[in-house]
């Protein structure tokens, strides 16, 4: 069990164990991302009961559609309150300041650089939207949204990208030194971004530093839009006020409000993607902003769509100690108290519905709790029948590689704590089942729908 150190003497050692999960999580081995010391072995998950997405809180059952858009609010405010915390509405319209729009990647893309506030402050909280759509398309186009870990000069080589000016954690194999990007670590992060493959799909890729919405440390917030809304006389968030996940998600739904104003974006249909960290930031995103018309969680783990009363590989404890600023201050009561929280993840995955999600693990990603990530899919989809659709539509976590599911897609793939070529394949073959698109790539065949 992890030590429980005060403000004051462990203060120094919390911060330390920050930094170092942070190059671990970050970077994204499967070597690392196992810690010692928690469950792994599927024989000693406790028992343990799930609460029931279509029971009222009054006890009374949900029976219908227009039943679950009044459990949809009641759960949709459980998690404000005890996971993800309550945001604000952002007060002022939306101000974008175009910072470049040409031709790129050799003619396959037109590359528009946005740079978009926050805040009603010029100078305050603001971040760059880098969107990438095919040069040869004569309508709007589809459109996936999704934050990178380091900068969006990182996701390809192309010279053209803006480096970022916000803090980042240092790391010279990404280019970042003193805190700051520089131009060593362009392309760093290539092999998570299929951006020549979304783009001959039909797809534009728009991404964001997250970053540049709230620094990623226990202190971010001082930095972000969250200390544009502390309540009169605090100096901090209220216990029930949005963490930095909730930050995150509000910059993506900013992100979409300028998608709509662009005519080369289809707004109808915007996919939210993330991964880790950001896998749970896409979900919370999908949730509370039904604009979104597809949601992607990919290796998302504790607090994304892992199960939490299984404690198998992260714990809730674990999440909430080593990273504090992520949710609400209120989730810390279930800390090894997991089966007093009034929500766990199949409710979230529920919120989608009737919109489609996809959930991804992968095998060497244990930390992540695979049949954990699987389960929430499997257990949300009693809402999506109210709505007369399939989810996952199997009962047991499907073999490696053998992705399944029609409106709740799900795989388990070969390999680690990273986003493949494979992965994106199988997200932008959902997409186009769901946007009713043909594949436009050999190969690119279309996921089966499960037959009811």
């Not at 330390?16 to 792994?40: D, E, R, T």
């Not at 728009?206 to 620094?215: H, K, L, R």
Request: hydrophobic share 35%; charged share 25%.
């Amino acid at each position: 069990m992890p030590r429980v150190f005060s403000a004051e003497t462990g203060m120094r050692f919390h911060s330390f164990l920050i930094a170092i999960a942070c190059v671990l999580f970050l970077g994204g081995s499967s070597v690392v991302a196992q810690p010692k010391g928690f469950n792994y072995d599927e024989s000693k998950v406790p028992k343990f009961e799930l609460p029931d997405s279509l029971i009222f809180d009054d006890g009374s059952p949900v029976k219908s559609v227009a039943d679950w858009k009044k459990r949809r609010a009641e759960v949709l405010q459980l998690f404000r309150d005890h996971v993800y915390g309550n945001a604000p509405k952002l007060r002022g319209g939306l101000k974008v300041k175009l910072l470049s729009e040409e031709e790129a990647l050799d003619g396959l893309a037109i590359r528009k650089q946005v740079r978009i506030q926050l805040t009603d402050k010029p100078y305050g909280p603001r971040f760059d939207l880098l969107i990438y759509r095919p040069a040869a398309a004569k309508k709007a186009v589809p459109a996936i949204l999704g934050y990178n870990f380091y900068g969006n000069h990182t996701i390809h080589p192309d010279p053209g990208i803006v480096i970022h000016q916000s803090w980042s954690r240092n790391d010279k194999s990404k280019g970042v030194v003193n805190n700051r990007a520089t131009e060593a670590g362009r392309g760093s992060r290539q092999s998570r971004w299929a951006v020549e493959m979304i783009l001959k799909r039909g797809y534009a890729l728009a991404t964001i530093y997250y970053g540049d919405v709230e620094p990623d440390h226990k202190d971010g917030w001082e930095d972000s839009t969250r200390s544009y809304y502390l309540a009169p006389g605090r100096s901090k968030p209220a216990p029930t006020d949005w963490g930095a996940i909730g930050a995150w998600a509000t910059g993506l739904s900013r992100a979409l409000d300028y998608l709509g104003t662009d005519r080369s974006i289809n707004e109808k249909q915007v996919v939210v993607f993330g991964h880790s960290r950001l896998g749970k930031t896409s979900l919370w995103t999908g949730a509370s902003d039904e604009r979104f018309a597809i949601t992607i969680s990919n290796n998302s783990g504790c607090g994304g769509a892992a199960l939490s009363r299984r404690r198998f590989g992260e714990t809730v404890k674990r999440i909430n100690t080593v990273f504090p600023h992520w949710f609400n201050d209120r989730f810390n009561r279930y800390n090894e108290n997991e089966n007093d929280c009034p929500v766990d993840q199949h409710m979230l995955v529920a919120l989608m519905a009737p919109r489609p999600v996809y959930i991804a693990s992968a095998e060497e990603d244990r930390w992540a709790d695979p049949n954990g990530e699987f389960l929430s899919g499997k257990h949300a989809d009693p809402v999506y029948a109210l709505f007369d659709k399939v989810g996952v539509g199997v009962d047991k976590q499907p073999g490696l590689d053998q992705p399944v599911g029609d409106t709740i897609g799900y795989h388990v793939r070969t390999g680690g704590h990273e986003v493949k070529d494979y992965d994106w394949e199988q997200y932008l073959n959902f997409a186009d089942r769901h946007f009713g698109r043909t594949p436009k790539e050999p190969g690119s065949t279309k996921m089966k729908p499960v037959k009811k």
